[in-house]
Structures are given as C-alpha cells and as structure tokens.
C-alpha cells in the first residue's frame, strides 16, 4: 500500500518522496483514501526547501516533515490515468471504473506521465526488451486511434505511451534521429530526437472530427496574437501533431521539465470538481515567478476561450511548468479547441465568481478582480484595451489561419460581444 516517487533530476531518476495509504481499506475510497507523505531522508538533505523543480508539487516543499494526509495529495492526480487513458489501464487490468481501481491505476499507469516525477512501481513494469525498430509515420496516420493495439501485435513496447490524460486518445511518441516513432519511454534517452504528443478524435462523429481539425488552425490564432504557444504543430488524415514542451532531446540526454496543473496547486483532490478562476489567478499568484505576467496571459486566454467557443476550460487544461534552472512559468497553451461544437454540450467549469452570467463574464468585473492580486489598474487597463484590439482582428485572423468558415460565422456575435465587453474595461 505504499507508492514510490521519484524525479528526474541532473540526468537520472532518483527516489524523492513516497505516499503510503493508512489501511488495506482506504484503498476502497479510490483518491480520497487518507495517508502519509514523506520525502526520502537523503533526497531531502541533499534539496532541502526547494519548491520548485526538484519538489514533487509546489504545495509540497522538499523537508524532513512526516505529513499525515485526509486524501492523496493533489499532484497525484496529474499522474493518475483519467479519461481515455484510465479507460485503456482498467482493460489492461481487467477491473471495474470504480473508485477502488484508483490505487492499481496509480501503480500500474503512473510510470510515464508529462512532466519530471513519475511512480516507481509503473515504470518497473516497463518492459526491457530488446530494442525495437520503431513505427513510420504513414504506419500511425493509418493505424490512427488504433495504432497502440498495431503497435503491441508487432511486439514493440507500448507502456508508456499512454501517459496523457483528457476524454480524446493521445499517444506520447519520441521519434529516433531516422524519424521513426517509439512509444514515449521505450527508447533510450540518447536516441532520442523529438518528444510529440499525438491526438485523434474522441469520437466517431463529424463534431470530433471538426473540433481536432479546428484546434490547429486555433493555435495559429493563439500565437499570431501573442499568446505563449509551444512550437509548431500539424494536423493530418484525422491525426494532431504536437511538439512537446515538456521534454527537450539535448545531447546525449533528454531534459524534461517539472509539470502541475492548476488543479493540483489549487489542492483540488477530485477530477471535474469546480473552481473559482480567481482561486486559480490565487495559484498562479503564489507560486509563479513572474506572477503578475503570467495571471494576465491567464485571463487573455480565457478571453479567447470565450471568444472562440474553447468551454472546457477545467483546471487540468492550465499548468505552471517548472524549469531546470527553478523558474516557474506558466506553461504554453494546450487543449484550446473549439469545445462548444461536442456533441455532449461541454460547459465552461472554471467561472468568475460575481463577474460571470451563463458562461459569458462582465470583463470590467473581472479587471477589479485583478487587483486583488496587486497588479497595477493602470497595467490592468492597458491590457485589457490591447485584448479588445486583437479580439477585434479574430473573424479575419481565424480566416487567415484556417478555421472552417461555418466555424467562424458562428462565431461571430460571440467575439462581438467579448470585444463590446472589452471596451468598457
């Protein structure tokens, strides 16, 4: 009943930390089991105070203290398997979506998540077989969702390709120096050239197929406007192509980046459960180390997702990133698509507490709440008057980039009225 931690620091895995439940039966209450946390007595002489990259969360810096805890710490989320990930593992596993499949899951599916820690008892179970020639890229457009079960019938190790969460299937890929693609995990450090993260429809239905097509094109606008976006990424034959930005082949090694959603910093212990945007602005504020640019990059990103139809803004979608030399940003954009369009209605989760009716915030409420977090009006005025001049551009900048016509046109009275909005700031 006890899971090992470790991190990837200077080069290697190291054990850092370990959470042990308190009985047999708190398995049975899945993440809201109660524990004990503690870091590793050498790891934490050698780091003691860092919060930052060689810390397993910020909320958690690296000490001698023996915490008692009334449910998993929150940072074990981000490992835990959800969505299609979660549905793959219990297949694996052969056990039922309940709670009590939560602990197995951690153990089994936890050995490769984004990011710099993962779960020792998952990565002992990957395979050490001998080396694998790895898949082309026309093998994983036609394979599509499919590719993973390709993959393991050629008996190639697929273990930790599944490390990312959200409902859609993703794949994390590393790609050898002749470009072949590995799954994430399986291919030693210093072969490695590119790290990508693989996306495919959630679904059968055109809606799946049009929101994936549209998220490139919704990248293209993010970044022209100047939000922080990763490197390039490409959409073909059904199949998202993303660079990603928590890994960096280097030499002979790979770095990989700390990663903690604003959900685990939020001490948010359950998946789908809400949260006030100014409790995440509050995350950002205490833990970034620039924190008054990165709570306004924030807020200029929910401004397109409501501008552009992105409704599932949940606290998973929005992380800080953690580099090698202890900075703390807030990462690039991820899973910014045009949400609205699902089938299952996906509604906006995170909302401005008092400064929001029915999805759609009173921009010049949510300024005053910004200076709450001492950032100057002035600064708080000046971006908010730039956000309604590049909101204003939207309709021939989508066009510019891409998105589907139809997709605009619906659009249209949506970022109308985010601009109109704006304006009064």
Same mark, same amino acid.
């Given at each position: ?42 790891? $934490? $002489? ?104 390709? $993959? ?86 059904? $199949? ?186």
């Amino acid at each position: 009943m006890k899971c090992d931690i470790e991190i990837y620091s200077e080069g290697m895995w190291r054990k850092a930390a370990s959470f042990t439940l308190q009985s047999e039966a708190e398995i049975g209450r899945g993440v809201k089991g109660a524990g004990f946390f503690e870091y590793d007595v050498d790891y $934490a $002489a050698e780091y003691l105070n860092d919060r930052s990259i060689h810390a397993v969360s910020c909320l958690l810096p690296v000490d001698f203290e023996f915490r008692r805890m009334t449910v998993w710490p929150s940072f074990l989320l981000d490992i835990l398997p959800s969505g299609a990930n979660r549905d793959y593992f219990l297949k694996e596993l052969a056990l039922p979506n309940t709670p009590a499949a939560d602990w197995n899951l951690l153990l089994k599916g936890g050995g490769n998540p984004p990011g710099n820690i993962r779960i020792a008892q998952a990565a002992a179970n990957f395979p050490t077989a001998e080396f694998h020639h790895g898949f082309s890229y026309e093998e994983i457009i036609d394979r599509a969702e499919y590719f993973i079960e390709y $993959a393991k019938e050629n008996n190639a190790p697929v273990a930790g390709s599944s490390g990312a969460q959200g409902d859609a299937p993703k794949f994390l890929l590393t790609q050898d120096h002749k470009g072949r693609f590995h799954a994430d995990g399986a291919l030693p450090d210093h072969l490695a050239c590119k790290h990508w993260l693989v996306k495919f429809p959630r679904g059968k239905k055109q809606s799946d197929r049009d929101i994936l097509r549209n998220e490139a094109a919704y990248y293209k606008v993010a970044q022209a406007l100047g939000a922080i976006v990763g490197e390039n990424l490409f959409f073909d034959s059904d $199949a998202l192509f993303t660079l990603r930005f928590d890994r960096k082949a280097a030499g002979k090694g790979v770095i990989r980046m700390g990663l903690e959603s604003l959900a685990s910093l939020s001490s948010m212990t359950d998946f789908g459960a809400r949260a006030p945007m100014e409790a995440l602005c509050g995350a950002i504020a205490r833990f970034s180390s620039h924190p008054h640019e990165d709570i306004m990059e924030f807020v200029f990103r929910d401004i397109l997702n409501v501008a552009m139809g992105n409704t599932d803004n949940h606290a998973r979608n929005t992380a800080l990133i953690k580099h090698p030399d202890g900075n703390i940003r807030i990462a690039p954009l991820y899973d910014f698509a045009p949400m609205f369009l699902d089938d299952q209605g996906i509604a906006r989760t995170c909302r401005w507490t008092d400064a929001e009716t029915m999805g759609t915030p009173d921009w010049r409420k949510v300024a005053q709440i910004l200076e709450k977090f001492d950032i100057a009006p002035e600064k708080i005025r000046a971006s908010f008057a730039d956000y309604a001049d590049k909101v204003k551009t939207l309709p021939d900048l989508m066009d510019a980039s891409n998105v589907d016509l139809w997709l605009i046109e619906r659009l249209l009275n949506k970022i109308d009225g985010v601009y109109r909005s704006l304006e009064n700031v």
